[in-house]
């Protein structure tokens, strides 16, 4: 299930020392724009303590988390969406994702240059909000031209709900909002709207980079993000990307553990942001766990137990019979799945069971 998230934001704000953090794909990391030119993408591991408790009960010959892939995108300048900078590559890139990491400098360094020559994380964040509903704008206008006349003068049903979900978009955009903060009630508008595959539309997290002294309860630059994204219903995170870097150097975990500890940190940015990075992305996990191995797999919510057992083999999904079920707290607190089974722990599910975060599935299946 190849998701992407993709790390925006101008040049120098910390993207690509983020995406090395995360990664340990090492992208080049200067002081200066466009050092990032080709989008660097890592498959990164999302950290799960149940995989960890679930693997110390059944011990297993392995241990197989989920993943989820991050984009190091080339940095965005004003006028992009006319051209400027690397803009066409940038917004084409961003288009493949399916979320945005928008990261912020919220950090004073007279070493780092700013390429508007000044801290301001609102600035920065309206800048590349504007050149994103530009684009979307011109995407828009184009698609009513095609659209209009058989909308308003045939009797073709789509056509008109493609016309109305379009001028809505627009006015939207002409007041400076982003499509996102649209929302359509009829499955036929929210299909018509997914597919315009708006850049503005996609689900985004802000990402405030601050320096070590503000890791843990931010700074006045991140209270300025906070109240600019008050009414877009977004999530904000605060890491420090340099400090993360020095943290990934540490070669073992305890000593990782003790910088952080230092620091006042309970666990590592990175390791929060991957975690916010797969909610943005709306994805949770089911687990499978057997001696060979304990598995984590990644489903969207909402899914029911066929798509689900799809995720392992699509024969499992066309051959679907039913769903044996444990929930995650019963298989720690019995020890085993023969102990759950005794104590009566043990659901059977069939094709309408929605399953959730944490479940461990074992699947039935005849193909």
Known sequence: MALQCGIVGLPNVGKSTLFNCLSNAKAQAANFPFCTIEPNVGVITVPDDRLNKLAELVEPDRIVPTTVEIVDIAGLVKGASKGEGLG??????????????????????????????????????????????LKDLETIESRIQKVQKQAQTGGDKVAKQTYEVLVRYREALLQGKSARTVQFETKDEQKIAHELFLLTSKPVMYVCNVDEASAVSGNKYVEQVREAVKEEGAEILIVAAKTEADIAELE?????????????LEESGVSRLIRAAYKLLNLETYFTAGKMEVRAWTFHKGWKAPQCAGVIHTDFEKGFIRAEVIKYDDFIHYGSEAAVREAGKLNVEGKEYVVEDGDIMHFRFNV
């Open 88 to 133: 066409n590559k940038f917004l084409a890139n961003i288009r493949e994702t399916d979320a945005i990491l928008h990261v912020l400098r919220c950090f004073d360094d007279e070493n780092v240059t700013h390429v508007d020559g000044s801290v301001d994380p609102v600035r920065d964040k309206e800048i590349i909000d504007t050149e994103l509903q």
């Open 252 to 264: 073992t975990y305890e000593d990782r553990q003790m910088f952080l500890q230092e620091v006042g």
